[in-house]
């Protein structure tokens, strides 16, 4: 069983920068789809990013040009550099890990983005 664990999620201003990292275990995340969610406090958890396998991303409409995914497969992590963060980016942010009818997440880390 892969278990993902999340790190990097702060408090920063507006425009500002953070990195997110989630580390999996028990499993190569590149036999997985990787993705990050994020679910804002009275709201429906939401696709931010996804990775393929073969390396294909998406991103949500929202994040586009600010957010960057990518994996590092001998670390066994996948990243999203988050930059010009707004207000409306506050979130807690989840990672995901996709394969067949498998689905693995972990617990989430709090990004709050305010003056």
């Known amino acids: 069983q892969v278990q993902l664990v999340e790190s990097g999620g702060g408090l920063v201003q507006p425009g500002g920068s953070l990195r997110l990292s989630c580390s999996a275990s028990a499993g190569s995340i590149s036999n997985y789809r990787m993705a990050w969610y994020r679910q804002a406090p009275g709201k429906q958890r939401e696709l931010v990013a996804s990775?393929?396998?073969?390396?294909?991303?998406n991103y949500d409409e929202s994040v586009k040009g600010r957010f960057t995914i990518s994996r590092d497969s001998a670390k066994n992590t996948v990243y999203l550099q988050m930059n010009s963060l707004r207000p409306e980016d506050t979130a807690v942010y989840y990672c995901k890990a996709d394969r067949l009818s498998l689905t693995y997440w972990g617990q989430g880390t709090q990004v709050t983005v305010s003056s």
């Open positions: 990775i393929t396998t073969s390396r294909l991303i």
